[in-house]
């Protein structure tokens, strides 16, 4: 029998409604929450991050939100050893942990660890910043797909940080990250864990997308915007090239109109829950859950995480599940 933490993992795209149901799901079994979101940890962003409200954190204990000051963002290695220590202490206190989210590098750093690879090297990074901004983001793209044409074919042709990452370790070590990747294998897992994942039709889906862009636009995140651009955070840094506040920075800068940035900030978010569905479907240990579920069913669905966390075994018979060919 494994000896080691069991958790439950609750993953999807953006807008799929995992907040809601993790919450409900850590209150119903008592439960602690580890939020898993690259743009969360940051304090003084609730807006634009889609945070979870006051509302859910009186009703469960939620980790992993206001984590760090505006600046570069907390890198995956930082964060598992913080959700480490979270799922740790929580089981000291006879707490189990869901660990709910949507950055898939932050949910493999917990579950799998990391590739040994070099610290960041600030003159390289600066040098290909400089070759960036005058060739473009696509043609370092093409650059790493002359280089790793494996690990291009994984990286979106405008995800800069990922980009970047893996040409500075090709100049560091000479090795592509590609096979770095390869030789590690992520078959090592850390925690014994059924993993949930919550989807919803694509209709639905961007429905969902298109009013939650509607409600930020009218409730802040300009004003989130506003503050970054005051306090001179640079524009091709996180959080201000995050989904949704890039856009609304074009706005503010003068660049297009508010409708347009609206606009486009719904076509990038569209293209971005594509991938992060594509990113988690490459699990195929993952149970996808269509949402929302009704009464019978989530009670079947308790009574098989509850059998989980308490033996180890997952029965997940009489719930029904999304099976993707």
Request: with cysteine.
């Amino acid at each position: 029998m494994s000896l080691r933490p069991r958790i439950i993992q609750v993953v999807g795209s953006t807008a799929s409604g995992k907040t809601d149901f993790s919450v409900t799901l850590a209150e119903d079994l008592g439960a602690e929450l580890l939020n898993v979101d690259s743009m969360q940890v940051y304090r003084d962003l609730a807006i634009g991050t889609d945070k979870p409200g006051r509302e859910a954190c009186t009703r469960v204990h939620i980790h992993g939100i206001d984590l760090i000051d505006l600046g570069p963002p907390l890198d995956a290695s930082a964060f598992a050893e913080y959700a480490d220590g979270v799922i740790a202490e929580a089981a000291s206190r006879g707490k189990a942990c869901i660990l709910s989210g949507g950055t898939g590098l932050y949910h493999r750093a917990i579950l799998h660890g990391l590739i040994d690879a070099p610290t960041r090297d600030d003159a390289i990074r600066a040098r290909l910043r400089q070759t960036r901004d005058q060739l473009g983001i696509a043609a370092m793209h093409d650059r790493l797909t002359e280089i790793d044409p494996e690990a291009a074919q994984k990286i979106y042709p405008t995800d800069w940080v990922r980009i970047e990452r893996a040409l500075e370790v090709y100049e560091i070590t000479g090795t592509k990250l590609s096979l770095a990747h390869a030789q590690h294998g992520f078959r090592t897992q850390k925690y014994d864990r059924l993993a949930l994942g919550c989807w919803r039709p694509r209709k639905v889906l961007y429905e969902k997308i298109e009013r939650r862009l509607d409600e930020m636009w009218t409730t802040g995140i300009l004003e989130e915007t506003k503050r970054m651009l005051d306090c001179g955070l640079p524009t091709d840094t996180l959080p201000l090239k995050a989904l949704g506040y890039r856009q609304a920075a074009m706005a503010l800068l003068g660049e297009c109109s508010s409708s347009e940035a609206l606009a486009l900030a719904k076509q990038e978010t569209r293209r971005f829950a594509k991938r992060q569905l594509t990113w988690f479907r490459a699990d195929k240990t993952i149970h996808w859950l269509p949402l929302p579920l009704d009464a019978p069913p989530y009670t079947q669905l308790l009574k098989a995480c509850r059998l989980f966390l308490e033996t180890g075994q997952t029965d997940l018979s009489g719930i029904p599940l999304e099976v993707f060919e």
